[in-house]
């Protein structure tokens, strides 16, 4: 298993600006993704964290909107740039291997106004 | 594209009663299929698993069927109890390549005391 920390765990926002979620994992991992949950809606992958390389994002979500680093194997940020309220959404980090089970942060709760 | 869906978005249970949460599943390939729980501010917890090589697997409380004829897998919880009042998520997690996970749309699960 991984315990997973996120933070902050909810911020609101003026619309404009751009917010930093942080992903700290316990342990090293190879991968580490992004997710978004819209309000009462499903988990929605964003992109995959890559240790050394760029990201991959979704269709849908693109690298000037969502960047992330991920500096090593136990850490990566989301940054939502130039947010609007159509970006409030829960935000959440999650790690895993192939064919097993994916861990997740308890999210970042993000409001827009 | 790839889909992951349920029949039931809210599911209303006596306490006490058998709960049995419905996941419609699309993508042939898929061969890794997981149960997430939701509750209300935290992220998604590992219930159970199955591989596509089994059609049952059980654990404390909670079942899961896995039906590749008809791409189906069900969630069975015994004897439900007012901690299981959450959102479920039923998700698969593609075959070959990285670890990505692609959730279903979910379904409130309210034991009724």
């Known amino acids: 298993s991984a315990v997973i920390s996120q933070k902050p765990s909810r911020d609101i926002c003026q619309r404009g600006t751009s917010l930093t979620i942080q992903c700290q994992v316990d342990?090293?991992?190879?991968?580490m993704f992004w997710y978004r949950q819209q309000p009462g809606q499903s988990l929605t992958l964003i992109a995959t964290a890559n240790q050394g390389s760029e990201a991959t994002y979704e269709s849908g979500f693109v690298i000037d909107k969502f960047p992330i680093s991920r500096p090593n194997l136990t850490f990566s940020t989301l940054t939502v740039s130039n947010m609007s309220p159509e970006d409030s959404s829960i935000y959440l980090c999650?790690?895993?291997?192939?064919?097993?089970?994916?861990?997740f942060g308890q999210g970042t709760r993000l409001t827009v106004v | 594209g790839e889909s992951v869906g349920l029949h039931l978005p809210t599911l209303s249970v006596q306490e006490g009663d058998n709960s049995i949460i419905n996941c419609a599943y699309s993508?042939?390939?898929?061969?890794?299929f997981i149960w997430y729980k939701q509750e209300s501010g935290k992220g998604p917890q590992f219930i159970i698993d199955?591989?596509?090589?089994?059609d049952k697997r059980q654990g404390q409380r909670v079942t899961v069927l896995l039906n590749k004829t008809v791409k189906h897998l069900s969630l069975q919880i015994a004897a439900t109890q007012p901690g299981d009042s959450a959102v479920y998520f039923c998700?698969?997690?593609?075959?070959?390549?990285?670890?990505?996970?692609?959730f279903g749309t979910g379904t409130k699960l309210q034991v009724i005391p």
């Open positions: 993508n042939s390939a898929s061969d890794y």
């Open positions: 998700a698969e997690n593609e075959s070959g390549g990285y670890q990505k996970v692609t």
């Open positions: 999650s790690v895993g291997a192939v064919n097993t089970e994916a861990f």
């Open positions: 199955i591989r596509s090589n089994m």
């Open positions: 342990s090293q991992v190879t991968m």
